[in-house]
């Protein structure tokens, strides 16, 4: 499968990130253990063993540490540098490394956008959790960073007469939930909350984007060196199509939040075709 990300260039930009750490610009992540936390409480069951993949931070473990429901937590992920020193587990990036039906609860939070087999990486979670094993999590979805696509594609366009892909390409949420599905989970869900930011300017977003290691990683990104040029034409577009009247610009991220069971024999089955005992007729009707 021809690949869609430089996994190698995402690692080195994760890197340079928690290395160089820039205060603030970790509210996303922040954003998103906060939810997770929410959607936690709501789940009454407790999973003897979880584990987060590959969340390049602590702060879905710290989360289902604090929620008090999990025994044991295994972090996973791709670089040592992720670790910080903690325990955890290294693996190659989208491959989950645990037998067949040894988790309880899997979490990913802010990852799977930058799989190149999103697929294939849910099917190996699924397989992973015992029967009626919660999986749980969020991705960057369609819609995010929809302003600065369009600012660099229409500069790109007027300076050099044509663009190469700089922003990511989303999955939408139906297309996320049809994955879900796909690879296996029983009663998949899946939902999209949208956080605006706003920015001075394209600059400071862009330096925050690089403070989160999430900056271009496309295999067909453009070889084109951006110029000074482009980057301003693109910040000139950028306040006049996305700014509020007091000049400071708007940042869209799209965040897909998943959640699907692994199947068994004791989960709510769908009612067949045909079995109801009350017409939707009569329903209606009020009868």
Known sequence: MQPIFDTDLSMQHKRRALATPVAGADFLMRRVAEDLADRL???????????????????AREVITASGKADTITRIEADNAFLDGGDGRLAPAETVPLPPESLNLAVSLLSLQEANDIPGVLIQICRALRPDGLFLGAMAGGGTLAELRESLLAAESEIYGGAGPRVFPFADVRDVGALLQRAGFALPVADVETVTVRYADMFALMRDLRAMGATNT???????????????????????????????IRATFSIVWMSGWAPAPTQQKPLKPGSA??????ALRGG
Request: net charge positive; aromatic share 8%.
């Open 277 to 282: 005992k009350v017409s939707l007729a009569d």
């Open 218 to 248: 496309l295999a067909a990104r453009s070889r084109r060196p951006a110029t000074r040029a482009l980057f301003l034409r693109a910040a000139e577009i950028y306040a006049e199509r996305f700014s509020d009247p007091d000049s400071r």
């Open 41 to 59: 409480a709501t789940v009454e069951r407790r999973f003897p063993d979880a584990a987060a993949l590959f969340c390049v931070t602590p702060d």
